[in-house]
């Protein structure tokens, strides 16, 4: 996930949540406050997570590192005689 998701867009995120939603916490204390942030952070990482998997152009298996590409990887040969099917 850290490489397709900048951390920084989840907590803005989470933040942007707890900030709509401050009239719906009931917590008295600074630990209830973490607490309540956690559980919005959590949502919200396991909702990027799911999004990610979800979408077949994110696939992990179809990506290759970038290592391959460098030391010309048969991935990334063209081939100028092949038609292209």
């Known amino acids: ?3 397709k998701v900048d951390p920084s867009d989840l907590v803005q995120q989470t933040l942007l949540e707890a900030y ?3 009239d719906g916490f009931q917590g008295q204390t600074e630990g209830e406050w973490l607490a309540w942030l956690k559980q919005i952070l959590k949502h919200n990482a396991t909702d990027y997570i799911r999004s ?3 979408t077949a152009k994110r ?3 179809r ?3 970038m290592e391959a590409r ?3 990887s ?3 040969r063209i081939d100028p005689s092949d038609p292209g099917d």
């Open 1 to 3: 996930m850290q490489a």
């Open 20 to 22: 709509r939603g401050l």
């Open 74 to 76: 048969s991935l990334f």
């Open 59 to 61: 696939r992990i298996q």
């Open 70 to 72: 460098r030391h010309g």
């Open 52 to 54: 990610y998997k979800g």
């Open 63 to 65: 990506e290759v590192p």
